[in-house]
Structures are given as structure tokens and as C-alpha cells.
């Protein structure tokens, strides 16, 4: 296992079922002699849980043997929906999470339980920065959906 | 007013209407809007960090967004007034909301490909959550003002009150002038056209009357209503009672 996978199986702290490449925010990982210097972009402006990833990075390449660890954090290319892989895309729609669509093209969102696409939102906004409410008004399941963003 | 007083202008704006909009947290009217308005809140602050962070830098003297955050007075603040009045009711709020977030989000709009690279990266990031919160503050403000006879009459004075705290969006030194002709950054007074475009057809749809512009002839920056200092003493407080404090 290289130190891009170790850094790429980081899970993300909110959506359990991602890790940090399906999310899309690892943008790199330099290795310089003894020294390993990651880079991160983060999914909202304020996004609470960038410390605690920062922190998950670090202890996954301690355990791999690395000491010497930098995290650095870059804003451009502003992260989007769009980099969520499609394999991302899978596994938040098995987790009972709406996965989000393209950008700009978003019609409506389908039920992940039942794949109704008979669904209302409740809120624009939801249990963290990056989703929002939503209620399926075929099986009548309340539902997270990723916002596209 | 410099470069850094700019960069320092927008990350107090977004600092201040965090700390206010996260006033509501357990308070809302519903739980959803609880949600949302934490949410937007958290959007701002860290808008704000990032901009206090590139201002501590700009500035040399080794201050980070912390010192900025917590260890400046009201008079060093560089918010302008609209964000730092009180929360008032919802209506206040929203109307607050909705004229900040219209001029966030075409700032910021326009603030990409400016010369200033950390400005430009910040607003790519916070234009297309901007986009949220106008759309959020405009569906309330909408529902209010075309509702019931007393929310009309509440939302109608509630953008009463806050509006003459709208010119000061616009106000421009001879300095932020200079910057924005070579490039650097946007000049906000040019955004003023599409902002009330874009608020006048929000206020159309919700019924509701644009008050007539006010010649308030404020000073943009460092002169604060009474307002400010007391929320930055709560804002403040702990990490004045114990400096560098960490969660």
C-alpha cells in the first residue's frame, strides 16, 4: 500500500461511509525523504470537521511509520459535488444518503430507500454543512440528501 | 483605508453575522430553521477565518485570526453596521440576512480572477454557499411579507429599520478605489446597482415597499453602534479570561 492509499483510506468524520478520495478533498501526497506533506481542500468554508481529518490523517501515517507529517489545506480549485466518485456516489446511496447530482442539472432528488423520485425537502439544511433535509412522499421515510454544491 | 483594512472589512462582516445568526442556536422558531441558520452561520465564520488569517499575514505583525477574532476592541473592528445590530425578531433578522447575502454573494461573484489570488480563492469557495443563504433569507422574506397581514406589517418594518444600514455596503475610500482600478480587488460601490436589482425584485415579490433611499452619509469602517460592544464582550470573554484557551 503506497502512502497516497494509506492518506486515501482516511474515512470522512460525517459521512462515515466515504473516505477522502471518494469525497474528493485529498488533493496530494508528497513524500520528501522522511518527511510527508498532504493536501487537503476542505468540502465548506467552515467546515467543522477539517481539524479531526487533519488529525485522522496524521495518526493513519504515524501507524503506516511516517513522522515527519505536514497537512496543508489549499482552497483552489474550490472542492464541488461533482468530485464525489461515482464509487463515493454507491456508498452514500446504500447508507440510506441521497448522493448529489450534477451540478446544475439537479431535477429532483430520489428516495435512497425506495428510489421514488416522488420526495420533498424539509430544509435546505441539514445534520452537517454539506446536506440537507428531505422526506420521501412515496414511502414516507425522512432522508439526508448531499447538497450539490 | 489599505489592503489589509479591505481584507480586514470583509472577515469582520462575516465574523459579526456569524456570532449574531449563531445567537439564534435553540431559539428558532423551528427546528429546521434552527439547522439552517447554525448553518449559515458556520459558513460565515469560516469565511471569516480564512480572511482574518490572510489579513493577519498581510498585516506582518504576526497576529493570528485569533488575536484578530478576540483581542481587537469595537473600535478596531471593520464591520460595517448592518451585521452587528441586534438580532431583533425573525423578520429582522431575515431582512438583515437577505441584504448582506445579496452583497456577499455578487462580492464574491466578482472577486474571482481579481488580482488578489487569496481574496479570489476564498469568494470561488464562498459564492456558491452565498448562493444558499440568499436563497434562504429570500424564501422567508417572500413568505412573510406576502402572508398574513401581521407578518406583512412585520417584515414591511423590519426592512424599515435595517435599510438605512444598507448604504454603507457601498462606501468606498480613495484607497479601495485605487486598489480596485489596478485590479486587486473589487470596488464594492459598483456592486450597488445589481444589489438593489436583485433585493428589489425579492421585495416585489414578498409585497413589500422599498423605503426610500436614506443620504446617510456614514463612515464605512471603525465607527460601530453600541450594539457591537456588547456582543463582542460575550464573543470575547473566555478567551480574555484565559488567553490561548483550546477547546
Same mark, same amino acid.
Given at each position: 500500500?503506497?502512502?497516497?492509499?494509506?492518506?486515501?483510506?482516511?474515512?470522512?468524520?460525517?459521512?462515515?461511509?466515504?473516505?477522502?478520495?471518494?469525497?474528493?478533498?485529498?488533493?496530494?501526497?508528497?513524500?520528501?525523504?522522511?518527511?510527508?506533506?498532504?493536501?487537503?481542500?476542505?468540502?465548506?468554508?467552515?467546515?467543522?470537521?477539517? =481539524?479531526? /481529518?487533519?488529525?485522522?490523517?496524521? %495518526?493513519? !501515517?504515524?501507524? +503506516? *511509520?511516517?513522522?515527519?507529517?505536514?497537512?496543508?489545506? @489549499?482552497?483552489?480549485?474550490?472542492?464541488?459535488? =461533482?468530485? /464525489?466518485?461515482?464509487?463515493?456516489? %454507491?456508498? !452514500?446511496?446504500? +447508507? *440510506?444518503?441521497?448522493?448529489?447530482?450534477?451540478?446544475? @442539472?439537479?431535477?429532483?432528488?430520489?428516495?435512497?430507500?425506495?428510489?421514488?423520485?416522488?420526495?420533498?425537502?424539509?430544509?435546505?439544511?441539514?445534520?452537517?454543512?454539506?446536506?440537507?433535509?428531505?422526506?420521501?412522499?412515496?414511502?414516507?421515510?425522512?432522508?439526508?440528501?448531499?447538497?450539490?454544491? | 483605508?489599505?489592503?489589509?483594512?479591505?481584507?480586514?472589512?470583509?472577515?469582520?462582516?462575516?465574523?459579526?453575522?456569524?456570532?449574531?445568526?449563531?445567537?439564534?442556536?435553540?431559539?428558532?422558531?423551528?427546528?429546521?430553521?434552527?439547522?439552517?441558520?447554525?448553518?449559515?452561520?458556520?459558513?460565515?465564520?469560516?469565511?471569516?477565518?480564512?480572511?482574518?488569517?490572510?489579513?493577519?499575514?498581510?498585516?506582518?505583525?504576526?497576529?493570528?485570526?485569533?488575536?484578530?477574532?478576540?483581542?481587537?476592541?469595537?473600535?478596531?473592528?471593520?464591520?460595517?453596521?448592518?451585521?452587528?445590530?441586534?438580532?431583533?425578531?425573525?423578520?429582522?433578522?431575515?431582512?438583515?440576512?437577505?441584504?448582506?447575502?445579496?452583497?456577499?454573494?455578487?462580492?464574491?461573484?466578482?472577486?474571482?480572477?481579481?488580482?488578489?489570488?487569496?481574496?479570489?480563492?476564498?469568494?470561488?469557495?464562498?459564492?456558491?454557499?452565498?448562493?444558499?443563504?440568499?436563497?434562504?433569507?429570500?424564501?422567508?422574506?417572500?413568505?412573510?411579507?406576502?402572508?398574513?397581514?401581521?407578518?406583512?406589517?412585520?417584515?414591511?418594518?423590519?426592512?424599515?429599520?435595517?435599510?438605512?444600514?444598507?448604504?454603507?455596503?457601498?462606501?468606498?475610500?480613495?484607497?479601495?478605489?485605487?486598489?480596485?482600478?489596478?485590479?486587486?480587488?473589487?470596488?464594492?460601490?459598483?456592486?450597488?446597482?445589481?444589489?438593489?436589482?436583485?433585493?428589489?425584485?425579492?421585495?416585489?415579490?414578498?409585497?413589500?415597499?422599498?423605503?426610500?433611499?436614506?443620504?446617510?452619509?456614514?463612515?464605512?469602517?471603525?465607527?460601530?453602534?453600541?450594539?457591537?460592544?456588547?456582543?463582542?464582550?460575550?464573543?470575547?470573554?473566555?478567551?480574555?479570561?484565559?488567553?490561548?484557551?483550546?477547546?
Amino acid at each position: 500500500m503506497t502512502l497516497f492509499d494509506v492518506v486515501a483510506a482516511v474515512k470522512d468524520p460525517e459521512l462515515r461511509v466515504l473516505n477522502l478520495a471518494e469525497l474528493g478533498i485529498l488533493r496530494d501526497v508528497s513524500v520528501d525523504g522522511d518527511a510527508v506533506t498532504v493536501t487537503i481542500t476542505p468540502t465548506y468554508s467552515g467546515c467543522p470537521a477539517m =481539524d479531526l /481529518i487533519r488529525a485522522d490523517i496524521e %495518526s493513519a !501515517l504515524h501507524e +503506516a *511509520g511516517v513522522s515527519e507529517i505536514s497537512v496543508k489545506t @489549499v482552497l483552489d480549485p474550490p472542492w464541488s459535488t =461533482d468530485m /464525489i466518485t461515482e464509487e463515493g456516489r %454507491s456508498k !452514500l446511496a446504500a +447508507a *440510506g444518503i441521497a448522493p448529489p447530482g450534477r451540478v446544475f @442539472v439537479t431535477l429532483s432528488v430520489r428516495c435512497p430507500r425506495c428510489g421514488s423520485p416522488a420526495t420533498e425537502q424539509l430544509s435546505r439544511f441539514g445534520s452537517t454543512a454539506c446536506k440537507s433535509l428531505w422526506r420521501c412522499t412515496s414511502c414516507l421515510e425522512p432522508f439526508d440528501a448531499v447538497k450539490a454544491i | 483605508m489599505s489592503h489589509v483594512g479591505y481584507v480586514l472589512g470583509l472577515a469582520d462582516d462575516a465574523l459579526v453575522a456569524a456570532q449574531r445568526l449563531g445567537e439564534w442556536c435553540s431559539r428558532a422558531p423551528e427546528m429546521e430553521e434552527d439547522i439552517a441558520l447554525a448553518n449559515i452561520a458556520l459558513d460565515q465564520l469560516g469565511v471569516a477565518r480564512m480572511l482574518l488569517t490572510y489579513a493577519g499575514e498581510l498585516e506582518g505583525a504576526g497576529r493570528t485570526e485569533d488575536d484578530l477574532a478576540y483581542l481587537r476592541s469595537a473600535h478596531e473592528f471593520r464591520n460595517v453596521r448592518l451585521v452587528e445590530l441586534d438580532n431583533g425578531d425573525f423578520a429582522v433578522t431575515m431582512a438583515k440576512l437577505l441584504f448582506l447575502s445579496v452583497y456577499q454573494r455578487l462580492l464574491y461573484d466578482r472577486s474571482i480572477g481579481v488580482g488578489d489570488e487569496r481574496v479570489a480563492a476564498v469568494a470561488a469557495k464562498a459564492r456558491k454557499e452565498s448562493a444558499y443563504h440568499v436563497d434562504h433569507s429570500s424564501r422567508w422574506v417572500v413568505r412573510l411579507g406576502d402572508g398574513t397581514e401581521e407578518s406583512n406589517e412585520r417584515m414591511q418594518a423590519a426592512v424599515d429599520l435595517v435599510w438605512p444600514y444598507t448604504d454603507q455596503l457601498f462606501e468606498v475610500d480613495p484607497d479601495v478605489h485605487a486598489l480596485s482600478v489596478a485590479g486587486v480587488i473589487v470596488d464594492p460601490s459598483t456592486l450597488r446597482p445589481a444589489w438593489l436589482a436583485a433585493v428589489d425584485a425579492v421585495l416585489a415579490e414578498a409585497t413589500l415597499t422599498r423605503p426610500l433611499d436614506s443620504d446617510s452619509s456614514v463612515v464605512r469602517r471603525g465607527e460601530h453602534t453600541e450594539a457591537l460592544a456588547k456582543l463582542l464582550a460575550e464573543m470575547q470573554v473566555l478567551h480574555r479570561a484565559h488567553p490561548g484557551a483550546r477547546w
